[in-house]
C-alpha cells in the first residue's frame, strides 16, 4: 500500500475507532475525553498498533480541535457577561487559583522539575474542563439552578486567567530573557484588551462581518477568521486558542447562536483528533511511574475544587445542597489541561514524564467529575439524614 492509502486507512481506522469509543461512553453515561485518550495511548508509539502514517494530520487537526473548542467556549459568553462575571466573583477566581495550581507547583518541584515544569502542572491541575460541566449541568438539569451562575462565573475568571496565563508559559517554554518576555507579555494583554474593547463596543460589527444566510459562506468566513486570528495571536506569542477565544466573545447575538450550531459537529469530530493525537504523543510505560502522583493530585485537587465551589456558593447565600453542587460541577479537567501539557511537550521546554502525569490525571479527573457530580446530592442527603439521627432529641 502506498504511503497515501496508508494513511487514509490509519485515519480511516482511527475515526471509526473514535466513534465507537464515543458510543461506549455515551452508554454510561459519561465523558468520551478519557476513552479518546486511551485511544491515543493505544494508536501511539509503545501502544498496541503504532499508526505512524496519520500521526503528521493527527498533529495539524489536533491544532484545529483546539481553536474549535475554545472559539465555541468564547460563543457561549459575551463580553458584557464576562466584565460582570469578574466583579462579582474575583475573590473566588483567585481562591481557585490558590488552592488549585499549587497541588501542581509542589508535585512538579518535588519531582525536579523546576520552575518551568511547575507554571506548567499548576496550569494543568487549576483550570476546569468548561465543556464537561457544561455537559455535565445541562445532563443533570442543573442549568437554572441558583448555584449555576457561580459556577459560570469561575469558568469565565479560569477562561480569563488563561489569556494571561498561556502567554507567560509559552515565553518560559520559548527560554526568552526577561525583557524579551516582558515585551511578549506586554504585546499579549495589549492585545487581550483591545480585543475585549471591541467585543465590548463593536461586537455587533464583528457579528455583521461573519455572518451570512448562506450556511457554506457562513462556515467559511467563520474557520478563515477563526484560523487568522488563532495564528496572529501565535504570532504575538499569545495562545492560538486564547484568540479563538476572545474572537468567540466577540461574535454575539443570533450570529453567535447559528455559529453554534453550524460549528459543533466540526469542533466534536477535530477536538477528538486532538485528544487522540495528544495520546500518540505519549509512551504508556511512562504512565505507571506518576501513576501514583496522579492519584494523589486526584484526590486533593478534587477536595480544592469543592472547596472552591462550596465558598463561593455561600458568599451569595446559597444552602448547603447548592454549595455542595457547586462545588462537584467544577471538579472535571479535561481539554484546557491536555492543550497546556501538549504546548509544554511540544515545544520541549519541560520533562518527558510531564505529558505521562497529565494524561493520567485528565484520565482520572475527566471520569471523576461527572461521577461526583451526580452522587454529590445522594451524599449530602445522606449526611444530613445521619446528623438529624444523631442530634438529640430535646426532653
Same mark, same amino acid.
Given at each position: 500500500m502506498d504511503s497515501t492509502g496508508l494513511a487514509l486507512f490509519e485515519l480511516g481506522a482511527i475515526l471509526f475507532a473514535l466513534g465507537m469509543l464515543g458510543r461506549l461512553a455515551g452508554r454510561f453515561g459519561m465523558s468520551p475525553i478519557p476513552l479518546y485518550l486511551l485511544g491515543g495511548l493505544a494508536f501511539g508509539d509503545g501502544g498496541i498498533v503504532h499508526m505512524r502514517a496519520a500521526t503528521e494530520f493527527g498533529h495539524l487537526a489536533g491544532e484545529i480541535g483546539v481553536v474549535l473548542l475554545l472559539l465555541l467556549l468564547g460563543l457561549e459568553y459575551t463580553a458584557a457577561e464576562l466584565v460582570t462575571g469578574l466583579r462579582r466573583d474575583w475573590l473566588a477566581g483567585l481562591l481557585d487559583i490558590v488552592l488549585n495550581a499549587t497541588p501542581g507547583v509542589v508535585v512538579a518541584?518535588?519531582?525536579?522539575?523546576g520552575p518551568v515544569g511547575a507554571v506548567t502542572m499548576a496550569g494543568v491541575t487549576y483550570i476546569s474542563?468548561?465543556?464537561?460541566?457544561?455537559?455535565?449541568?445541562?445532563?443533570?438539569?442543573?442549568?437554572?439552578?441558583?448555584?449555576?451562575p457561580v459556577v459560570l462565573s469561575i469558568l469565565v475568571f479560569e477562561d480569563l486567567a488563561m489569556a494571561v496565563y498561556l502567554p507567560i508559559l509559552t515565553m518560559m517554554l520559548a527560554g526568552l530573557s526577561f525583557l524579551s518576555g516582558l515585551r511578549s507579555l506586554a504585546i499579549a494583554l495589549v492585545a487581550i484588551t483591545v480585543v475585549l474593547v471591541v467585543a465590548l463596543k463593536y461586537g455587533r460589527y464583528v457579528s455583521a462581518i461573519v455572518d451570512s444566510e448562506d450556511r457554506e459562506q457562513f462556515l467559511l468566513k467563520l474557520?478563515? =477568521? %477563526?484560523?487568522?486570528?488563532?495564528?496572529? =495571536?501565535?504570532?504575538l506569542n499569545v495562545s492560538a486558542a486564547v484568540g479563538a477565544f476572545l474572537l468567540g466573545i466577540a461574535i454575539s447575538g443570533s450570529t453567535a447562536q447559528e455559529a453554534a450550531k453550524l460549528l459543533e459537529?466540526?469542533?466534536?469530530?477535530?477536538?477528538?483528533?486532538?485528544?487522540?493525537?495528544?495520546?500518540?504523543? @505519549?509512551?504508556?510505560? %511512562?504512565?505507571?511511574?506518576?501513576?501514583?502522583?496522579?492519584?494523589?493530585? =486526584?484526590?486533593? @485537587?478534587?477536595?480544592?475544587k469543592i472547596a472552591t465551589g462550596w465558598w463561593a456558593?455561600?458568599?451569595?447565600?446559597?444552602?448547603?445542597?447548592?454549595? %455542595?453542587?457547586?462545588?462537584? =460541577?467544577?471538579? %472535571?479537567?479535561?481539554e484546557f489541561s491536555i492543550v497546556i501539557a501538549g504546548l509544554a511537550v511540544s515545544l520541549g521546554g519541560v520533562d518527558g514524564k510531564l505529558a505521562a502525569l497529565a494524561s493520567a490525571y485528565v484520565l482520572m479527573m475527566a471520569v471523576l467529575g461527572p461521577v461526583v457530580a451526580r452522587i454529590v446530592e445522594p451524599a449530602v442527603q445522606f449526611v444530613q439524614?445521619?446528623?438529624?439521627?444523631?442530634?438529640p432529641v430535646p426532653g
Open positions: 518541584l518535588v519531582l525536579g522539575w474542563s468548561s465543556g464537561i460541566v457544561a455537559k455535565v449541568l445541562n445532563d443533570l438539569g442543573r442549568l437554572g439552578n441558583r448555584e449555576t474557520l478563515g =477568521a %477563526a484560523l487568522l486570528v488563532a495564528g496572529a =495571536a501565535s504570532a459537529p466540526l469542533r466534536d469530530l477535530f477536538a477528538a483528533i486532538f485528544f487522540v493525537a495528544f495520546g500518540l504523543s @505519549t509512551d504508556p510505560m %511512562a504512565i505507571p511511574p506518576v501513576l501514583g502522583w496522579a492519584v494523589l493530585l =486526584a484526590v486533593v @485537587t478534587t477536595l480544592t456558593a455561600s458568599r451569595q447565600g446559597i444552602r448547603r445542597m447548592g454549595r %455542595a453542587r457547586a462545588g462537584a =460541577a467544577l471538579v %472535571a479537567r479535561g439524614r445521619d446528623r438529624r439521627r444523631s442530634d
